[in-house]
Protein backbone atom coordinates (compact mmCIF):
# COMPACT_ATOMS: atom_id res chain seq x y z
CA UNK A 1 0.00 0.00 0.00
CA UNK A 2 0.81 3.67 -0.57
CA UNK A 3 2.22 5.09 1.89
CA UNK A 4 0.49 9.00 2.66
CA UNK A 5 2.09 11.51 3.67
CA UNK A 6 1.10 14.90 5.32
CA UNK A 7 3.80 18.04 4.39
CA UNK A 8 4.41 20.22 7.39
CA UNK A 9 5.80 23.26 5.26
CA UNK A 10 5.07 22.06 2.00
CA UNK A 11 6.38 25.31 0.21
CA UNK A 12 10.33 25.79 1.77
CA UNK A 13 13.55 23.92 1.08
CA UNK A 14 12.57 20.39 2.17
CA UNK A 15 9.30 20.52 1.67
CA UNK A 16 9.73 21.23 -1.68
CA UNK A 17 12.31 18.37 -2.10
CA UNK A 18 9.95 15.94 -0.55
CA UNK A 19 7.41 16.18 -3.31
CA UNK A 20 10.00 15.83 -5.73
CA UNK A 21 10.73 12.64 -4.14
CA UNK A 22 7.42 11.91 -3.77
CA UNK A 23 6.70 12.61 -7.55
CA UNK A 24 9.48 10.02 -8.52
CA UNK A 25 7.88 7.48 -7.07
CA UNK A 26 4.19 8.05 -7.37
CA UNK A 27 4.10 3.87 -6.25
CA UNK A 28 5.24 4.39 -3.15
CA UNK A 29 3.67 7.62 -2.14
CA UNK A 30 0.67 9.84 -2.05
CA UNK A 31 0.08 13.26 -0.48
CA UNK A 32 -2.43 13.83 1.85
CA UNK A 33 -1.45 16.98 3.43
CA UNK A 34 -0.12 20.37 2.17
CA UNK A 35 0.43 22.85 4.68
CA UNK A 36 2.15 26.48 4.48
CA UNK A 37 2.38 29.62 6.15
CA UNK A 38 2.53 32.46 3.83
CA UNK A 39 3.42 31.42 -0.28
CA UNK A 40 0.21 31.37 -1.31
CA UNK A 41 0.94 30.95 -4.79
CA UNK A 42 3.38 27.83 -4.56
CA UNK A 43 1.02 26.34 -2.09
CA UNK A 44 -2.04 26.47 -4.93
CA UNK A 45 0.55 25.35 -7.33
CA UNK A 46 1.35 21.82 -5.51
CA UNK A 47 -1.81 21.65 -4.68
CA UNK A 48 -3.47 21.33 -7.99
CA UNK A 49 -0.35 19.12 -9.44
CA UNK A 50 -0.45 16.52 -6.85
CA UNK A 51 -4.37 16.97 -5.43
CA UNK A 52 -3.87 16.03 -1.91
CA UNK A 53 -7.00 15.59 0.36
CA UNK A 54 -6.68 18.82 2.06
CA UNK A 55 -4.26 21.99 2.72
CA UNK A 56 -3.81 23.83 5.12
CA UNK A 57 -2.89 27.84 4.94
CA UNK A 58 -1.43 28.83 8.36
CA UNK A 59 -1.76 32.63 7.63
CA UNK A 60 -5.53 33.18 8.15
CA UNK A 61 -5.72 36.15 6.35
CA UNK A 62 -4.83 34.30 2.82
CA UNK A 63 -7.82 31.69 3.56
CA UNK A 64 -9.91 33.37 0.82
CA UNK A 65 -7.24 33.70 -1.73
CA UNK A 66 -6.50 29.48 -1.38
CA UNK A 67 -9.83 28.69 -1.04
CA UNK A 68 -10.61 30.72 -4.30
CA UNK A 69 -8.14 29.60 -6.20
CA UNK A 70 -8.85 26.16 -4.96
CA UNK A 71 -12.98 26.18 -5.28
CA UNK A 72 -12.90 23.97 -7.84
CA UNK A 73 -10.42 21.70 -7.16
CA UNK A 74 -11.59 18.55 -4.81
CA UNK A 75 -9.47 20.14 -2.42
CA UNK A 76 -10.31 20.42 1.54
CA UNK A 77 -8.82 23.73 2.54
CA UNK A 78 -8.46 25.14 6.03
CA UNK A 79 -6.68 27.38 7.98
CA UNK A 80 -5.06 28.76 11.34
CA UNK A 81 -2.68 26.99 13.49
CA UNK A 82 -5.23 24.55 15.51
CA UNK A 83 -6.34 23.87 11.70
CA UNK A 84 -2.87 22.39 11.73
CA UNK A 85 -2.94 20.76 14.85
CA UNK A 86 -5.86 18.85 13.77
CA UNK A 87 -4.80 17.96 10.63
CA UNK A 88 -2.10 15.69 11.49
CA UNK A 89 -4.32 13.59 13.08
CA UNK A 90 -6.70 12.33 10.34
CA UNK A 91 -7.24 9.17 10.03
CA UNK A 92 -5.93 8.76 6.43
CA UNK A 93 -2.61 10.56 6.95
CA UNK A 94 0.44 7.59 7.40
CA UNK A 95 3.59 9.96 7.93
CA UNK A 96 3.89 13.48 9.04
CA UNK A 97 6.69 15.15 7.54
CA UNK A 98 7.52 17.81 9.27
CA UNK A 99 9.57 20.41 7.55
CA UNK A 100 8.28 23.85 9.40
CA UNK A 101 11.22 25.77 10.28
CA UNK A 102 11.55 27.03 14.00
CA UNK A 103 9.37 26.52 17.27
CA UNK A 104 6.36 26.65 14.55
CA UNK A 105 7.01 22.70 14.24
CA UNK A 106 6.90 21.87 17.52
CA UNK A 107 3.04 21.53 18.69
CA UNK A 108 1.63 20.41 14.93
CA UNK A 109 4.35 17.60 15.73
CA UNK A 110 3.70 17.17 19.43
CA UNK A 111 -0.28 16.76 18.12
CA UNK A 112 0.91 14.07 15.42
CA UNK A 113 2.91 11.73 18.09
CA UNK A 114 -0.40 12.20 20.34
CA UNK A 115 -2.46 10.64 17.21
CA UNK A 116 0.36 7.75 16.21
CA UNK A 117 1.56 9.19 13.26
CA UNK A 118 4.96 8.62 12.18
CA UNK A 119 7.28 11.35 12.38
CA UNK A 120 9.77 12.23 9.35
CA UNK A 121 11.41 14.98 11.06
CA UNK A 122 12.94 17.40 9.55
CA UNK A 123 12.36 20.24 12.46
CA UNK A 124 15.04 19.58 14.61
CA UNK A 125 13.71 22.43 16.87
CA UNK A 126 10.49 19.82 18.35
CA UNK A 127 13.37 17.68 20.36
CA UNK A 128 15.55 21.42 20.71
CA UNK A 129 12.12 22.51 22.97
CA UNK A 130 10.72 19.39 24.08
CA UNK A 131 13.02 16.67 23.19
CA UNK A 132 12.13 14.45 26.65
CA UNK A 133 8.58 15.18 26.28
CA UNK A 134 8.55 14.16 22.63
CA UNK A 135 10.57 11.07 22.98
CA UNK A 136 8.29 10.22 25.85
CA UNK A 137 5.43 10.46 24.06
CA UNK A 138 6.62 8.80 21.13
CA UNK A 139 7.66 5.91 23.02
CA UNK A 140 3.80 5.60 24.99
CA UNK A 141 2.22 5.94 20.68
CA UNK A 142 4.73 3.44 19.83
CA UNK A 143 5.70 6.26 17.27
CA UNK A 144 8.94 5.79 14.87
CA UNK A 145 10.35 9.29 14.69
CA UNK A 146 13.02 9.09 11.72
CA UNK A 147 15.48 11.84 10.94
CA UNK A 148 15.76 13.57 7.96
CA UNK A 149 18.43 15.93 9.06
CA UNK A 150 21.38 14.86 6.51
CA UNK A 151 23.28 13.89 9.77
CA UNK A 152 21.19 12.33 11.60
CA UNK A 153 19.88 10.48 8.87
CA UNK A 154 23.91 9.75 8.68
CA UNK A 155 24.03 8.52 12.20
CA UNK A 156 20.50 6.47 11.98
CA UNK A 157 21.97 4.33 8.84
CA UNK A 158 25.13 3.78 10.67
CA UNK A 159 22.97 2.04 13.25
CA UNK A 160 20.47 0.10 11.52
CA UNK A 161 21.67 -3.72 12.35
CA UNK A 162 23.64 -2.38 15.51
CA UNK A 163 21.55 -1.59 18.18
CA UNK A 164 22.83 -4.24 20.44
CA UNK A 165 26.27 -3.14 19.69
CA UNK A 166 27.21 -0.16 22.57
CA UNK A 167 28.45 3.13 20.66
CA UNK A 168 31.18 4.75 22.27
CA UNK A 169 30.27 8.12 20.85
CA UNK A 170 28.82 9.28 17.82
CA UNK A 171 30.30 12.36 15.46
CA UNK A 172 28.53 15.43 13.66
CA UNK A 173 30.80 16.63 10.63
CA UNK A 174 29.18 20.15 9.59
CA UNK A 175 30.48 22.34 6.61
CA UNK A 176 31.69 25.24 8.96
CA UNK A 177 29.75 27.14 6.74
CA UNK A 178 31.07 30.51 5.04
CA UNK A 179 33.29 31.76 7.49
CA UNK A 180 34.85 28.83 8.51
CA UNK A 181 38.79 30.53 8.25
CA UNK A 182 37.29 33.68 9.13
CA UNK A 183 39.10 35.67 12.22
CA UNK A 184 37.11 37.64 14.90
CA UNK A 185 37.92 40.52 13.50
CA UNK A 186 37.14 39.76 10.07
CA UNK A 187 33.68 38.61 11.44
CA UNK A 188 33.25 42.15 13.05
CA UNK A 189 31.94 43.36 9.58
CA UNK A 190 30.05 40.51 7.44
CA UNK A 191 26.88 41.29 6.00
CA UNK A 192 23.43 39.59 5.81
CA UNK A 193 24.72 38.29 2.06
CA UNK A 194 27.56 36.96 3.23
CA UNK A 195 26.07 34.45 6.03
CA UNK A 196 23.65 33.40 3.27
CA UNK A 197 26.46 32.71 0.86
CA UNK A 198 26.73 28.17 2.20
CA UNK A 199 29.12 26.75 0.21
CA UNK A 200 27.11 23.45 0.15
CA UNK A 201 23.63 23.32 0.72
CA UNK A 202 20.68 24.76 -0.40
CA UNK A 203 18.87 26.11 2.68
CA UNK A 204 15.99 28.95 3.31
CA UNK A 205 17.11 31.88 5.05
CA UNK A 206 16.84 31.34 8.69
CA UNK A 207 18.78 27.74 8.73
CA UNK A 208 21.21 29.25 6.58
CA UNK A 209 21.95 31.66 8.73
CA UNK A 210 22.26 28.89 11.96
CA UNK A 211 24.88 27.32 10.19
CA UNK A 212 27.24 30.38 9.45
CA UNK A 213 26.61 30.47 13.50
CA UNK A 214 27.20 26.85 13.97
CA UNK A 215 23.71 27.38 15.75
CA UNK A 216 22.39 24.89 13.56
CA UNK A 217 25.12 22.20 14.22
CA UNK A 218 24.56 23.10 18.34
CA UNK A 219 21.22 22.35 17.70
CA UNK A 220 21.92 18.78 16.17
CA UNK A 221 23.77 18.19 18.79
CA UNK A 222 20.92 18.59 21.04
CA UNK A 223 18.31 16.92 18.70
CA UNK A 224 20.92 13.91 18.82
CA UNK A 225 20.93 13.78 22.76
CA UNK A 226 17.29 12.94 22.10
CA UNK A 227 17.09 10.67 19.37
CA UNK A 228 19.93 8.79 19.98
CA UNK A 229 19.95 7.93 24.00
CA UNK A 230 23.55 9.51 24.41
CA UNK A 231 24.56 12.59 26.46
CA UNK A 232 26.54 15.35 25.27
CA UNK A 233 29.94 13.25 26.46
CA UNK A 234 29.15 10.92 23.38
CA UNK A 235 28.30 13.44 20.91
CA UNK A 236 31.43 15.06 18.93
CA UNK A 237 31.66 17.64 16.66
CA UNK A 238 33.94 17.58 13.25
CA UNK A 239 34.68 20.35 10.56
CA UNK A 240 34.21 18.73 7.42
CA UNK A 241 34.22 21.12 4.46
CA UNK A 242 33.70 19.04 1.50
CA UNK A 243 30.11 18.05 3.07
CA UNK A 244 30.48 14.12 1.84
CA UNK A 245 31.07 12.19 4.60
CA UNK A 246 27.30 13.51 6.86
CA UNK A 247 28.48 12.01 10.50
CA UNK A 248 29.92 9.03 11.61
CA UNK A 249 29.08 6.27 14.87
CA UNK A 250 32.49 4.70 17.02
CA UNK A 251 31.48 1.59 18.66
CA UNK A 252 33.30 0.30 21.79
CA UNK A 253 35.56 -1.73 20.02
CA UNK A 254 36.91 1.07 18.44
CA UNK A 255 35.21 0.81 14.76
CA UNK A 256 33.54 3.43 13.26
CA UNK A 257 30.90 3.23 10.49
CA UNK A 258 30.47 6.61 8.55
CA UNK A 259 27.51 7.41 5.61
CA UNK A 260 28.94 9.36 3.03
CA UNK A 261 27.40 10.73 -0.76
CA UNK A 262 27.10 13.96 -2.17
CA UNK A 263 25.23 17.23 -0.30
CA UNK A 264 21.73 16.55 -1.31
CA UNK A 265 18.68 16.61 1.34
CA UNK A 266 16.86 14.48 -1.19
CA UNK A 267 18.78 10.97 -0.50
CA UNK A 268 17.85 11.58 3.86
CA UNK A 269 14.36 12.61 2.40
CA UNK A 270 13.90 9.40 0.57
CA UNK A 271 15.27 7.35 2.94
CA UNK A 272 12.89 8.50 5.84
CA UNK A 273 9.75 8.21 3.49
CA UNK A 274 11.07 4.92 2.44
CA UNK A 275 12.31 3.27 5.20
CA UNK A 276 13.04 0.58 5.68
CA UNK A 277 13.73 0.12 2.04
CA UNK A 278 16.07 1.66 -0.03
CA UNK A 279 14.57 3.42 -3.28
CA UNK A 280 16.59 3.64 -6.45
CA UNK A 281 17.12 6.76 -7.52
CA UNK A 282 18.86 8.46 -10.77
CA UNK A 283 20.48 11.29 -8.01
CA UNK A 284 23.77 12.07 -8.85
CA UNK A 285 26.50 9.55 -7.94
CA UNK A 286 29.62 10.25 -5.25
CA UNK A 287 32.86 9.37 -6.98
CA UNK A 288 36.22 9.42 -4.59
CA UNK A 289 37.79 10.66 -7.95
CA UNK A 290 35.78 13.54 -7.79
CA UNK A 291 37.34 13.98 -4.00
CA UNK A 292 40.56 12.42 -3.39
CA UNK A 293 40.94 14.73 -0.48
CA UNK A 294 38.78 14.82 2.23
CA UNK A 295 39.31 17.62 5.31
CA UNK A 296 38.86 17.53 9.09
CA UNK A 297 38.99 19.99 11.92
CA UNK A 298 38.11 21.19 15.02
CA UNK A 299 35.73 24.20 15.18
CA UNK A 300 36.70 26.82 17.22
CA UNK A 301 33.44 27.60 19.94
CA UNK A 302 35.43 30.63 20.84
CA UNK A 303 35.01 32.38 17.71
CA UNK A 304 31.51 30.67 16.76
CA UNK A 305 30.06 30.70 20.59
CA UNK A 306 26.86 29.51 19.72
CA UNK A 307 28.03 26.05 19.32
CA UNK A 308 29.33 26.20 23.01
CA UNK A 309 26.18 27.60 24.15
CA UNK A 310 23.80 24.59 23.14
CA UNK A 311 26.42 22.13 24.63
CA UNK A 312 25.41 24.21 27.81
CA UNK A 313 21.53 24.46 27.31
CA UNK A 314 21.90 20.71 26.83
CA UNK A 315 24.12 20.25 29.99
CA UNK A 316 21.96 22.35 32.05
CA UNK A 317 18.70 20.66 31.02
CA UNK A 318 15.32 21.78 31.96
CA UNK A 319 13.85 24.41 29.70
CA UNK A 320 17.58 26.19 28.48
CA UNK A 321 16.97 24.58 25.18
CA UNK A 322 13.75 25.93 24.63
CA UNK A 323 15.41 30.12 25.85
CA UNK A 324 17.95 29.02 23.62
CA UNK A 325 15.97 28.71 20.60
CA UNK A 326 14.03 31.29 21.04
CA UNK A 327 16.47 33.63 21.73
CA UNK A 328 18.23 32.53 18.78
CA UNK A 329 15.29 32.84 16.25
CA UNK A 330 14.37 36.33 17.62
CA UNK A 331 17.96 37.13 17.32
CA UNK A 332 18.85 35.82 13.39
CA UNK A 333 15.68 37.81 12.38
CA UNK A 334 17.16 41.28 13.81
CA UNK A 335 20.55 39.83 12.07
CA UNK A 336 18.38 39.04 8.77
CA UNK A 337 16.86 42.93 9.24
CA UNK A 338 20.30 44.60 9.69
CA UNK A 339 19.13 45.13 13.18
CA UNK A 340 22.47 43.51 15.00
CA UNK A 341 25.84 42.05 13.78
CA UNK A 342 26.42 38.87 13.60
CA UNK A 343 28.93 38.77 16.09
CA UNK A 344 26.77 39.78 18.62
CA UNK A 345 23.93 37.54 18.23
CA UNK A 346 25.77 34.47 21.01
CA UNK A 347 25.63 37.75 23.11
CA UNK A 348 22.51 38.64 23.24
CA UNK A 349 21.03 34.72 23.19
CA UNK A 350 23.52 33.91 26.20
CA UNK A 351 21.93 37.40 28.39
CA UNK A 352 18.57 35.79 27.60
CA UNK A 353 19.87 32.46 29.20
CA UNK A 354 20.77 34.09 31.84
CA UNK A 355 17.09 36.27 32.37
CA UNK A 356 14.59 33.85 32.01
CA UNK A 357 13.62 31.78 35.17
CA UNK A 358 15.27 28.03 35.29
CA UNK A 359 12.52 24.90 35.34
CA UNK A 360 14.13 21.83 35.79
CA UNK A 361 11.02 19.28 34.99
CA UNK A 362 9.06 21.45 32.34
CA UNK A 363 6.06 20.23 30.83
CA UNK A 364 4.29 21.79 27.58
CA UNK A 365 2.38 24.70 29.59
CA UNK A 366 6.20 25.50 30.67
CA UNK A 367 7.95 25.44 27.45
CA UNK A 368 5.33 27.31 25.59
CA UNK A 369 5.33 30.12 28.93
CA UNK A 370 8.88 29.73 28.37
CA UNK A 371 8.84 30.48 24.84
CA UNK A 372 6.82 33.38 24.79
CA UNK A 373 8.64 35.19 27.61
CA UNK A 374 11.85 34.51 26.06
CA UNK A 375 11.29 36.24 23.15
CA UNK A 376 10.12 38.97 24.85
CA UNK A 377 13.03 39.21 26.85
CA UNK A 378 15.86 38.97 23.93
CA UNK A 379 13.22 41.53 22.22
CA UNK A 380 13.84 43.93 24.78
CA UNK A 381 17.52 43.07 24.35
CA UNK A 382 17.64 43.74 20.82
CA UNK A 383 15.35 46.51 21.10
CA UNK A 384 13.27 44.70 18.19
CA UNK A 385 9.58 43.73 18.51
CA UNK A 386 8.83 41.13 15.61
Known sequence: MKKRIAILGSTGSIGTQSLEVIAENP?????????????????????????????????????????????????????????????????????VLTAMVGYSGLIPTYHAVK?????????????????????????????????????????????????????????????GGPFREKSLKELENVTVNDALD?????????????????????????????????????????????SIIHSLVQFEDGS?????????????????????????????????LDYPTLDFAKPDTKIFRNLALAFKALEDGGNVPCVLNAANEVVVQAFLEGKTGFLQMPDLIEKAMQKVSFIEKPDMDDLIHTNTETRRVTELLTGVRN
Open 27 to 95: EMFEVEVLTANNNVGLLIEQTKKFQPNAVVIANEKKYKEVSAALENEPVKVFAGTDALNQIVQMETVDT
Open 115 to 175: AGKNIALANKETLVVAGGIITQLAKENQVDIIPVDSEHSAIFQCLVGEFTNPVEKIILTCS
Open 198 to 242: HPNWDMGAKITIDSASLMNKGFEVIEARWLFGLPAAQIDVVVHPQ
Open 256 to 288: IKAQMGLPDMRLPIQYALGFPYRIKNNFPRFSF
